[in-house]
C-alpha cells in the first residue's frame, strides 16, 4: 500500500511525464529520464501507464545496420484525449478544439456587437456546439448537439473546456464581474452555465495569465523560471511567471495597464492619472493617429506603416511602453518580456527599440540581459492558452476543476 505522498508523488511524474512528451521535448524514454533526471524504472512505470490509458503510443524499435536499435518514439495516440479552448475578448469570441500538443481540429470565431447577457451565452454555446459537431453530419438539425461534446467527440473524451476571459474575474467559481464596457453585463456564472450544459470540467481565469501559460508550456518561455507576457489590446496587462509558477492571487495580479507612465497626465477611469493603457492600448494609438494624422487605420495597419506622422505616434507608445517595463523589470528581474495579443504586430524595430530601453534603463537588464519578444503565438496566445489552463491541471497531476 502507498503512502499519501508517494501517490501525490507517482502522479506529479506522470504529469510531468506527459508533458514532456505532449511538449515534443522528450521523444523516447532515455530522453525522459534525461530530461527529468528520474530513473529509469519511475519513468518506464509512467509511460506504461499513459499506454495502457489509451493516451501514449510507442513505435516499434527500428535496427538500423551497424548503428544499433533507434530508440522507440513516444507520441499521442490518435484517440487520446482533447481540450475545447475559448477566448472571449471584448469584440470576439474564439474557440478551437485540439490535442494535447495543442494540434488544432477545428477552429473558429464570431464577432461580437451590441450583444446583452442572453446573446452573449447563446454565442458562447454555439460556438462550443459547433466544434463538437465535428465529423457528425447527422446533428445538423441541432438536436442533442451540447450532448456529443460532453460525450466525447468522434470516440475521443474532451478533458475539459477552458476559458480565458477579459476581466476581472472570480476565477474560483468561473464568474465575471462587472467588466467594463463589455455590454452591461454585471455578473455572469459562466463557469456554471457551461459545466451544466456540457457536463464537463471547466475552468476559467485571465486571458494575460493563461496566455503566459501557454508561452511556458509550448512558447519561448519554455526554457525559463522567471517572464512576463504582455498582452496589448483594447487594455494592456500581463502574465506574470515567477520561479516558473503564474503569480495569481485575487485576480488582479499583473493590471499593468494602469502603472502610471506620468504622474501629472491624463485622469484615467481606475482613478489615477497618467495610465499605461491612456498612451498605449489599441484603441487610444489609433484614435490619436486618426485626430492627428487623419488616417484611419488597423492597428496592424499603423504599426507598418511608414508614414511620418503615425511613426512619431508609435515612437512615443513605444517610448510609454518602455517606461512601465523598465518598472517591471526593476521589480521582478525576469528573464524575457513576451509580447502579444494586438501587441504580436509590433515590428522587429519597434521591440528591439523596447529591448534596447529596458537594458540600458533598468537596474537589473543592466545585469543581466532582458529579452523583449513577440509571443510564440502571435496574437492568439490567449485562445491556445485557454486550452493550456486545462492541460496544466493534467501535467502537474492535479485533478481538472469541476
Ligand atoms: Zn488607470
Same mark, same amino acid.
Given at each position: 500500500?502507498? +503512502?499519501?505522498?508517494?501517490?501525490?508523488?507517482?502522479? *506529479?511524474? $506522470?504529469?510531468?511525464?506527459?508533458?514532456?512528451?505532449?511538449?515534443?521535448?522528450?521523444?523516447?524514454?532515455?530522453?525522459?529520464?534525461?530530461?527529468?533526471?528520474?530513473?529509469? =524504472?519511475?519513468?518506464?512505470?509512467?509511460? #506504461?501507464e499513459? *499506454?495502457?490509458?489509451?493516451? @501514449?503510443?510507442?513505435?516499434?524499435q527500428?535496427?538500423t545496420?551497424?548503428?544499433?536499435?533507434?530508440?522507440?518514439?513516444?507520441?499521442?495516440?490518435?484517440l487520446? !484525449?482533447?481540450?475545447?479552448g475559448?477566448?472571449?475578448?471584448?469584440? /470576439? @469570441? +474564439?474557440?478551437?478544439?485540439?490535442?494535447? &500538443?495543442?494540434?488544432v481540429?477545428?477552429?473558429? $470565431?464570431?464577432?461580437?456587437?451590441?450583444?446583452?447577457?442572453?446573446?452573449?451565452?447563446?454565442?458562447?454555446?454555439?460556438?462550443?456546439?459547433?466544434?463538437?459537431?465535428?465529423?457528425e453530419?447527422?446533428?445538423?438539425?441541432g438536436?442533442g448537439?451540447?450532448?456529443?461534446?460532453?460525450?466525447?467527440?468522434?470516440?475521443?473524451?474532451?478533458?475539459? *473546456?477552458?476559458?480565458?476571459?477579459?476581466? !476581472?474575474?472570480?476565477?474560483? #467559481?468561473?464568474?465575471?464581474?462587472?467588466? !467594463?464596457?463589455?455590454?452591461?453585463?454585471? $455578473?455572469?456564472?459562466?463557469?456554471?452555465?457551461?459545466?451544466?450544459?456540457?457536463?464537463? !470540467?471547466?475552468?476559467?481565469? #485571465?486571458? =494575460?495569465?493563461?496566455?503566459?501559460?501557454?508561452?511556458?508550456? %509550448?512558447?519561448?518561455?519554455?526554457?525559463?523560471?522567471? %517572464?512576463?507576457?504582455?498582452?496589448?489590446?483594447?487594455?494592456i496587462?500581463?502574465?506574470?511567471?515567477?520561479?516558473?509558477?503564474?503569480?495569481?492571487? &485575487?485576480? =488582479?495580479?499583473?493590471? @499593468?495597464? /494602469?502603472?502610471?507612465?506620468?504622474?501629472?497626465?491624463?485622469?484615467?477611469?481606475?482613478?489615477?492619472?497618467?495610465?499605461?493603457?491612456?498612451?498605449?492600448?489599441?484603441?487610444?494609438?489609433?484614435?490619436?493617429?486618426?485626430?492627428?494624422?487623419?488616417?484611419?487605420?488597423?492597428?496592424?495597419?499603423?504599426?507598418?506603416?511608414?508614414?511620418?506622422?503615425?511613426?512619431?505616434? =508609435?515612437?512615443?507608445?513605444?517610448?510609454? @511602453?518602455?517606461?512601465?517595463?523598465?518598472?517591471?523589470?526593476?521589480?521582478?528581474?525576469?528573464?524575457?518580456?513576451?509580447?502579444?495579443?494586438?501587441?504580436?504586430?509590433?515590428?522587429?524595430?519597434?521591440?528591439? /527599440?523596447?529591448?534596447?530601453?529596458?537594458?540600458?534603463?533598468?537596474?537589473s537588464?543592466?545585469?543581466? &540581459?532582458?529579452?523583449?519578444?513577440?509571443?510564440? %503565438?502571435?496574437? /492568439?496566445?490567449?485562445?491556445?492558452?485557454?486550452?493550456?489552463?486545462?492541460?496544466?491541471?493534467?501535467?502537474?497531476?492535479?485533478d481538472?476543476?469541476?
Amino acid at each position: 500500500m502507498k +503512502s499519501g505522498i508517494q501517490q501525490t508523488e507517482k502522479r *506529479i511524474n $506522470r504529469g510531468r511525464v506527459l508533458q514532456l512528451i505532449c511538449t515534443g521535448e522528450a521523444r523516447s524514454r532515455l530522453e525522459l529520464s534525461k530530461a527529468t533526471g528520474l530513473t529509469k =524504472m519511475t519513468i518506464t512505470n509512467a509511460v #506504461n501507464e499513459w *499506454i495502457r490509458e489509451g493516451w @501514449i503510443y510507442e513505435s516499434e524499435q527500428v535496427r538500423t545496420a551497424g548503428a544499433g536499435r533507434n530508440p522507440a518514439v513516444l507520441g499521442l495516440t490518435p484517440l487520446s !484525449p482533447l481540450i475545447i479552448g475559448v477566448h472571449l475578448a471584448r469584440e /470576439h @469570441i +474564439s474557440a478551437l478544439l485540439c490535442d494535447m &500538443s495543442l494540434n488544432v481540429l477545428r477552429r473558429d $470565431r464570431i464577432e461580437l456587437c451590441g450583444e446583452d447577457e442572453a446573446t452573449l451565452i447563446d454565442k458562447i454555446f454555439d460556438i462550443i456546439d459547433r466544434l463538437g459537431s465535428i465529423g457528425e453530419d447527422e446533428k445538423q438539425n441541432g438536436e442533442g448537439s451540447a450532448v456529443s461534446v460532453g460525450d466525447g467527440i468522434n470516440g475521443r473524451r474532451i478533458l475539459g *473546456i477552458g476559458v480565458s476571459s477579459i476581466g !476581472p474575474l472570480d476565477c474560483q #467559481n468561473g464568474i465575471l464581474l462587472g467588466v !467594463p464596457n463589455f455590454y452591461g453585463i454585471k $455578473r455572469l456564472e459562466l463557469g456554471r452555465m457551461l459545466r451544466e450544459r456540457y457536463r464537463l !470540467p471547466v475552468l476559467v481565469d #485571465n486571458d =494575460m495569465n493563461l496566455a503566459a501559460i501557454a508561452e511556458k508550456q %509550448f512558447g519561448g518561455g519554455r526554457p525559463l523560471d522567471d %517572464f512576463l507576457y504582455v498582452g496589448i489590446t483594447h487594455g494592456i496587462g500581463a502574465g506574470i511567471i515567477y520561479d516558473s509558477r503564474l503569480l495569481h492571487n &485575487s485576480g =488582479m495580479t499583473g493590471e @499593468i495597464g /494602469h502603472m502610471s507612465v506620468s504622474w501629472n497626465g491624463e485622469p484615467c477611469v481606475c482613478g489615477s492619472r497618467g495610465c499605461l493603457e491612456g498612451y498605449a492600448s489599441v484603441p487610444v494609438v489609433l484614435e490619436r493617429i486618426e485626430r492627428e494624422i487623419g488616417l484611419k487605420l488597423t492597428f496592424e495597419e499603423a504599426c507598418a506603416s511608414e508614414n511620418k506622422g503615425v511613426r512619431a505616434i =508609435m515612437d512615443d507608445v513605444c517610448e510609454c @511602453i518602455s517606461t512601465a517595463f523598465v518598472g517591471l523589470v526593476n521589480i521582478l528581474a525576469p528573464q524575457a518580456v513576451f509580447i502579444g495579443h494586438e501587441g504580436a504586430c509590433f515590428s522587429d524595430e519597434v521591440l528591439e /527599440h523596447i529591448e534596447e530601453n529596458v537594458n540600458s534603463r533598468s537596474l537589473s537588464g543592466r545585469q543581466r &540581459s532582458v529579452s523583449v519578444s513577440r509571443s510564440a %503565438f502571435g496574437e /492568439h496566445a490567449a485562445l491556445f492558452g485557454s486550452a493550456c489552463g486545462i492541460l496544466e491541471r493534467v501535467f502537474t497531476g492535479r485533478d481538472i476543476p469541476l
